[in-house]
Nanobody, 117 residues
Framework: QVQLVESGGGLVQPGGSLRLSCAAS????????MGWYRQGPGKERESVAT???????NYGDSVKGRFTISRDNAKNTIYLQMNSLEPEDTAVYYC???????????WGQGTQVTVSS
């Protein structure tokens, strides 16, 4: 019954902005570390941004200064604000919910982001 549903993907021009959302259900949302991961063409899956239950954030080196992760525990939702988008950001973006010490690890279905050039 755990569901992570991403939305907000689409086609944007280089330099543009996009905001992704991930709505979670079936988990005690506030207890989970949440994150965004992506997989581009011919690339391995990589971590984009994570945010712990206490609000501590980590970003992948390639997106630091351009992307911002946030969470709204009242809405069981995380967001990824993406600015100054580059063609290299083109990927399927996946939402993740994790509790490391309990072995809980859940994934959404993904949303496509395409940055055209």
């Amino acid at each position: 019954q755990v569901q992570l549903v991403e939305s907000g993907g689409g086609l944007v021009q280089p330099g543009g902005s996009l905001r992704l959302s991930c709505a979670a259900s079936g988990i005690t949302f506030s207890m989970f570390t949440m994150g965004w991961y992506r997989q581009g063409p011919g690339k391995e899956r990589e971590s984009v941004a994570t945010i712990t239950s206490g609000g501590y954030k980590n970003y992948g080196d390639s997106v630091k200064g351009r992307f911002t992760i946030s969470r709204d525990n009242a809405k069981n939702t995380i967001y990824l604000q993406m600015n100054s988008l580059e063609p290299e950001d083109t990927a399927v973006y996946y939402c993740n919910a994790r509790r490391k010490y309990f072995g809980n690890n859940y994934w959404g279905q993904g949303t496509q982001v395409t940055v055209s050039s």
